[in-house]
Each structure stands twice: as C-alpha cells, then as structure tokens.
C-alpha cells in the first residue's frame, strides 16, 4: 500500500512569492495534518483537517493556510513567502479517531531565497 | 518553557551500549505520548507509544511517569542502524514535538 505522498519534493522560491504543496494520505484515512520543521528542531503543527473540516491551526501567521479536498488529500498555501518560511513541510495522515496516530510522509524541502 | 523538552544531544555511544532519553511536558492535559525516530532529511516514523504501565517492543523500552510528567526511552544493545534522531511527542489535540535527541552509535 502507498503511503503518504507529498509533492512538490523540492521548492525553491523567492520573498514574496506563493507556493502551494499537496499530501495525499494514506488509502482510508480520513484526517491530514500539516507541520512545519527548521532545521535542528521538531516538527511544529500547522494545521489539521478532518472529513474537510478544520480540527486545529497551530501557532502560525495568516499567510499560512490550507484545505482538504472531497477525496481526503490536502493542499498547504503560503503567501508572501520570508526566508524564515525556509524548511522541510511535513504531512501526516490519520485514519480517523484517534486522531494522534498518524504517519507521516517525506515532505516538501522549501528554500526561499 | 518549550511545551515538550529533550536533551538535544548528541549522545555518542559504542555498539553494545544502553542508552537512555529522557523528555519532560508541560502540559498535564496531554492524553498520549510517542517516539519517532527521524533519520537525517528523512520524516518522522513512529516508534512506538508510550503507557504509564511501561512498554517493550524489543530492544526498546517506554515508560511515563504522568506525576512526574517524565517519558523516558531506554535502548539496549544499540545497534549502528540505532543512529538517528529520537523524537519526544505528547499529543493534546495535536502532536506536540520536542527538539529531539541525537544518537550516533560507533563502531
């Protein structure tokens, strides 16, 4: 079975641009979850959808902002794009309750220059 | 004060060592606690859930101290493929990541 599968796996973009990335989660599961991880530390909640709905937003500014599509996969936005946006962009799947299982995919390594 | 906390390392061992991480949290209300492990440039991977009870899943063994609100990881007979980056989690209505530890293992 597949996996979670991200696209793109490598960005590079310039201040103030756009970009948008894709995760489509595991066959069967229900909820995505969006994380954002600098080098050297953990990764940091963005946002979380279930059944296209949004469960949670972490601590990030409005530029940062997502949905989930009918079929379960997800798209993360980021306008205005600063070079502290610079790092790998993690989706993780769940099936459903209990939403903390989750398993994640290989992320996005986003380079704003 | 960081929500999760970990010792960020590194930890450099020989093969054959046991090797313990340890994490504290802040907050009380967190329901469940993990493990990842992260290679270098590579995703989180679970490695296993942590229960008051203390869990084993062979070479590895989990424990929570909910009073304490201390997890812990213990290694044993590290292996060179043991090298990596342990991840601390507790979840409360998200994932909640600490910095993580690094272990190398040597020859």
């Known amino acids: 079975d597949a996996g979670v599968t991200q696209s793109p796996t490598h960005l590079i973009k310039t201040r103030g641009q756009h970009v948008t990335l894709r995760c489509s989660p595991i066959?069967?599961?229900?909820?995505v979850s969006w994380y954002q991880q600098v080098l050297g530390q953990g990764p940091q909640f963005i946002f979380q959808y279930y059944e296209k709905e949004e469960r949670g937003r972490g601590n990030f500014p409005d530029r940062f902002s997502a949905r989930q599509f009918p079929n379960y996969s997800s798209e993360l936005n980021v306008n205005a794009l600063l070079l502290g946006d610079s790092a790998l962009y993690l989706c993780?799947?769940?099936?459903?309750?209990?939403?903390?299982?989750?398993?994640f995919g290989p992320g996005t390594r986003l380079l704003v220059l | 004060r960081k929500e999760v906390e970990q010792d960020p390392g590194p930890f450099n061992v020989p093969e054959g060592a046991t090797v313990a991480f340890n994490c504290t949290y802040s907050n009380s209300a967190s329901q469940s606690f993990f493990w990842y492990r992260q290679d270098c440039r590579k995703e989180p991977k679970l490695l296993m859930s942590?229960?008051?009870s203390g869990n084993e899943d062979g070479r590895f063994t989990a424990q929570l101290n909910r009073a304490s609100q201390y997890i812990s990881l213990l290694i044993r007979d590290s292996k060179l493929s043991d090298s990596a980056t342990y991840l601390c989690v507790a979840y409360t209505d998200k994932l909640i990541f600490g910095t993580g530890t690094r272990l190398q293992v040597f020859p």
């Open positions: 942590v229960y008051s």
């Open positions: 993780a799947s769940s099936p459903g309750a209990p939403l903390e299982t989750q398993y």
């Open positions: 066959s069967g599961h229900k909820s």
